[in-house]
Structures are given as structure tokens and as C-alpha cells.
């Protein structure tokens, strides 16, 4: 595993991108932008960190930021539950962080770091929920991976109680994600985020894609035997078959 770095950009957002891979003097780069918890732990934390390990193989630099009320050391379930008050209370957290996002994928553009079109969005549970709205407002950036995806807000038990949360649910992002490469990875009995609702994300958006004329859509969904507490587990071997197809992606030659 390579060195964690940090790059400090307007302080005043609080915004910090941790990454690792190639030196940043070599110019623009294929780039991962990989969400888990904090930026630390989803490059650092085993297990969190095992699709990084394995992409760390490849000259592909790999970005984290710290998702919303998911700082260093508080545990999941609470940072959960922090992100449904913000939300029920109107505070915005989404927007927030999407915002941070943009201006750190233009950033790194302005910089040479990276090109959107040589990079990829890619997260696990509720990662994969803010790497897909990131998508949806960076529609240059061609490829998600997904590890047992939370697509429905509505579904997760801290947020059915809100008023409108399903109008945050991956759904609802079809007319811009339809196009995209994509590949998820689900138990086929998840009970923390409904392998039913994995699956349905990806025949809406295989649905939108033929309405566009896009005959073989590349939406993919790979099922495998659940593991874990309520099925919710990504196995090591799911994480490098990821971590390859990703690669392979970023670094083919046209």
C-alpha cells in the first residue's frame, strides 16, 4: 500500500482530498474517486480500504473525501443517524458535500492532476449513494463501481421517517446515469440495503438507456452469496474483480 497524502483546498469549506498513487508532479493521471466513511479510513481502514489495495496495483491515483457527518472515528451507524437530523432539519448535507466535490474535481482539472473523462466515481454502501449524485452533476466522469450499493435513502431504517427523502433515491438520477459504465456488486440477500432495490436501480437505468437508443447498455449487476451481518458483506475476491474491471478501464489504450 502507498503513501496517504493530503491536499488542504479552501480552508474556509473545510475541504481536504486524501489520496494516494502516483506522484502528483507527473501530470494528469486516470483517477478513482473512492468513498467509504472518512477519507482516511476509505484509503487506510481494512476492509474498507481493499478496493484501493488492489487498484494501488495500476498508475491510477486514488481520491477519498470525508462523506457527511462520517469524521475519523465516529462509528457508521451514529454517523447514520447524524445525516438523517441534518436532512429532517433541512441543513442540506448532500448539497454541501456536492459542492466540495465540484470544486475539487475542478481543482484537480485546473491543476493537471486529472482529466474527467479518464476518471471514475466508486464507493461502498452509502458511498455508493454519493459517488452516483456526484455523477449526476459531473456527467463528463464515464465510470461507477459500486460495492453493495445504498440506492434508496427511503429504504434505510434512520430515514424513512423524513419527508420527501425518496426524492435523493438513485432512481431519480436515471436521465443522466443511463449512459454511463457501471457495475455493481450486491449479496443476493442484503438486508441492510435490499439487493431488490440494487436490482431495480439497474433495470431503470438499462430502461432509460434503450429509450436512448442505447441498445446493450453498460449497466451491470454481479450477484454473489451474501456474507456478513445481514448480508451486507463484500468479500475480498469481490473487491479485486471490481478494482480490475475499473482498471482495465481507465488505463485501456483507444
Not at 229 to 244: M, V
Request: glycine share 6%; net charge negative; aromatic share 10%.
Amino acid at each position: 500500500m502507498k503513501k496517504i497524502s493530503c491536499l488542504s483546498i479552501t480552508p474556509e469549506l473545510g475541504t481536504t482530498i486524501f489520496y494516494t498513487g502516483p506522484s502528483l508532479d507527473r501530470g494528469p493521471m486516470p483517477a478513482v474517486f473512492y468513498f467509504a466513511l472518512s477519507g482516511e479510513e476509505a484509503l487506510c481502514k481494512d476492509p474498507y480500504n481493499q478496493p484501493v489495495q488492489f487498484l494501488s496495483e495500476f498508475p491510477i491515483r486514488i481520491f477519498s473525501l470525508t462523506l457527511p457527518e462520517h469524521d475519523l472515528g465516529i462509528h457508521p451507524n451514529e454517523a447514520l443517524k447524524s445525516l438523517a437530523e441534518d436532512l429532517e432539519k433541512k441543513r442540506n448535507p448532500v448539497e454541501n458535500f456536492l459542492d466540495k466535490m465540484t470544486f475539487c474535481l475542478d481543482y484537480l482539472e485546473k491543476e493537471k492532476l486529472l482529466e474527467k473523462e479518464k476518471t471514475a466515481l466508486a464507493g461502498l454502501s452509502r458511498g455508493c449513494f454519493f459517488a452516483s449524485h456526484v455523477a449526476n452533476r459531473e456527467e463528463k466522469i464515464p465510470f461507477l463501481l459500486h460495492f453493495a450499493p445504498l440506492t434508496k435513502l427511503s429504504y434505510a431504517q434512520d430515514f424513512k421517517h423524513i419527508e420527501n427523502i425518496d426524492s435523493y433515491d438513485l432512481e431519480n438520477l436515471s436521465e443522466t446515469l443511463y449512459n454511463r459504465h457501471l457495475r455493481m456488486y450486491i449479496g443476493n440477500r442484503d438486508l441492510r440495503v435490499g439487493t431488490e432495490n440494487a436490482f431495480s436501480l439497474c433495470q431503470n437505468l438499462s430502461e432509460k438507456a434503450f429509450s436512448k437508443g442505447i441498445r446493450s447498455p453498460t449497466i451491470e449487476m454481479v450477484i454473489n452469496p451474501s456474507i456478513g451481518h445481514q448480508g451486507h458483506g463484500t468479500s475480498p475476491e469481490t473487491f479485486k474483480d471490481g478494482a480490475l474491471w475499473l482498471a482495465n478501464l481507465l488505463t485501456q489504450k483507444k
